[in-house]
Every structure is written in C-alpha cells, then in structure tokens.
C-alpha cells in the first residue's frame, strides 16, 4: 500500500501531535528566536510564536494557529498525510512534548540597558512616526517609555508599578531587519501583559497589535481617551485580550463600558475580530453589549493599513492643507517683491539720465 493511501489511527495522530514543535524545527533547521524557556518565534516570521509548555503555536499576523501536524501544514506548507510522514518518521526520533524540562524564568528589567537621554527615540516617535509630540512627552513622563544605550525606544509592560517586559523598537533602518528596523520583545516578558496606557479608571479598554499602533492611535484621539486603558497586545493574542478585562473587572466590580479591538485593517485582524463576534459583556444593570471593532480606515485599499499608517496619512494631509493656505500668501509676498524690484530698477534707470 502506497504512503499516500494510508488511513492513519487516531494512536497515530496522538503520537503526531506529542512531537515537540521546537525540537522538529531545531532538527529541520527551521531558525528559532527565544524569549523565554517557554515562548519561540520563527527567525523568519517574528509573528508566529510557540509556546513550549502547551507545544503549540500561534501565527499573530495571519490570526492563526494549532498544533504539531497544523505547524507544518502551515509554515511548510504540506499536506496532513505528508506532515504525519514526517512526525512519525523512525530515523528522526522527534522528542515527545511531555519529556521536556525547562525552567520558567521569571522577567526581570534591566535598568542597566536604559539610558539617561530620550531625545533619539523622542525625534523617531514624532518625527518618523508623526505621534503628536504632547502624547510622547506625556507617555515618557509616566515612566511607560524609555531609550536604551542603542538609542532603541522601550515600551515598558507595567502592572502598577511592576514592570512585567518590555518591547523594543529601533530607530534605526537596515535591510537586514524584515521590517526595516530592529524590534524585538524582551526575554521572560510575562504572558498575557503587553505595553498599556491608562488614561484614568479601565472602563473602556482598546487592544492593539503594537505599541505604536497605541501610542498613534493616543495621537488621534487625545481628548476622548477619559476612563480609558490603551493595550498592546504585540501581536494578536486572545489570552491578552481576556487578562486585561478581568484585570478591569476585579477593579471597577462590574464589566467595563466598552471593549475595542483596534487591530489592523487586513485579513489577519479582522479573522481575529471574527473570533470576537459573538462574545457579550454583562453589565450591572442587566444589559449586554459587544465587544466593538475599531480598525483605521484605509484610503488607499491596500492590503494592510494599521493605526501608524493612519496618524502618518492625516499628518501629511495636514501638513499639505496648510501649504496650501499658505500659498495666496506667498503669492502676495512675490508680487510684492516684484514691485519692488520693478520701482528700484526704475529708481535706478532716473538716476542714470
């Protein structure tokens, strides 16, 4: 009987499924980065993070996930029959999920990597990003961010005054990074926190899927943002989603008004979105309410456009609005100078006869 015809037993699958995700791609050089001894992301695809201990994976960009057999159905891009033949596969000698030992290590900040300047993450922020200077300043004045001694900006995950990680962003532009810069999320950042705004008590809570998105979105809307508690989610991750409003719950003692989920305008976010749909909020008073879709609009229909896409297209459409006020202006002011010119060279011409 051919490979390709064989009816698998659910032994089998189980079997399958109980390879440890980090040690086949370690064995199939399949690049990793880690985080922790828990957390993995795929050297070619920050996105996609595995979790050891639960041996599974999530692909936050495409909204997406499962286990062993779907990891390389997914990233490898072969087919069940051909992804158990390979799991299952007697040279190889996978290791089993439940045979791993490792440490949980808790986060610990490191204040020796801050430095005491912050105009280099300031100037990208704001000039680079186009984050209204006041948001940065007020941001950076609660201690939420830093620069470190590469000129990188932190964003720092704080739960009270307990920092839980941190992410990085460069400044800096190469091509050996895929997104143009370097970013990154600090080793033993604690699961399920992220970078968070508070903006007075948690009764409305907005989810992101990066800091800049957040601190872009603050840009835009920095008078609404009252009783308001912007989060990062550095990714799309439900789990974040779930702490957060019952971090609110246990401190207001009832859900809050409004949860948003301001993910990015493409098919990775809205899939996310779509798994949201048809969650409800009770409230005190006995009513219920969803949990809300915020996402930019996109006014070019590209195939992503995020929040820092939106706060960078309205500052230009500002910032051509006002050349363009300015233009009747500076039309005056060369007529102007024209005449000028014309009487002195007139002036010029009397003198000479």
């Not at 105009?119 to 200077?133: F, G, H, M, S, T």
């Amino acid at each position: 009987m051919k490979w390709r015809d064989k009816v698998y037993k659910q032994e089998e699958i189980n079997k399958a499924v109980a390879v440890d995700i980090v040690d086949y791609c370690e064995k199939n050089n399949i690049e990793l980065k880690s985080d922790s001894e828990r957390y993995y992301r795929l050297a070619a695809h920050d996105s996609l993070v595995i979790d050891r201990r639960k041996n599974s994976f999530y692909w936050n960009s495409k909204g997406l996930g499962g286990n062993t057999i779907n990891f390389i159905q997914k990233v490898e891009g072969k087919s069940f029959k051909d992804a158990m033949k390979t799991l299952l596969d007697q040279e190889q000698k996978y290791q089993d999920n439940k045979s791993v030992e490792y440490v949980v290590e808790p986060y610990e900040y490191d204040y020796g990597k801050q430095s005491n300047s912050f105009n280099k993450a300031r100037d990208y922020l704001v000039q680079e990003r186009k984050i209204a200077p006041e948001v940065v300043d007020d941001i950076h004045s609660k201690g939420l961010i830093k620069q470190d001694r590469y000129s990188n900006v932190l964003f720092l995950w704080k739960d009270k005054d307990q920092i839980m990680g941190c992410s990085e962003q460069g400044v800096y532009k190469s091509d050996k990074y895929k997104k143009g810069s370097w970013k990154s999320v600090q080793k033993n950042s604690t699961a399920n926190y992220g970078f968070s705004v508070p903006y007075g008590q948690p009764r409305n809570l907005k989810f992101f899927e990066s800091s800049v998105d957040l601190m872009s979105y603050a840009s835009l809307h920095k008078e609404k943002l009252k009783d308001t508690h912007l989060v990062s989610m550095e990714g799309l991750k439900h789990n974040t989603v779930f702490n957060y409003m019952s971090k609110a719950m246990k401190e207001l003692d009832e859900s809050p008004d409004s949860v948003a989920l301001c993910v990015d305008n493409d098919a990775g976010g809205k899939e996310f979105l779509d798994k949201f749909k048809f969650l409800r909020l009770k409230h005190n008073n006995g009513s219920t309410s969803s949990i809300r879709s915020e996402i930019p609009d996109n006014p070019y229909n590209q195939a992503k456009w995020d929040w820092n896409d939106q706060c960078k297209y309205l500052a230009k459409k500002k910032e051509q609005e006002i050349e363009k006020d300015k233009a009747p202006f500076h039309q005056v002011l060369n007529e102007m100078e024209k005449r000028k010119n014309m009487y002195a060279y007139h002036k010029q011409k009397q003198a000479e006869r």
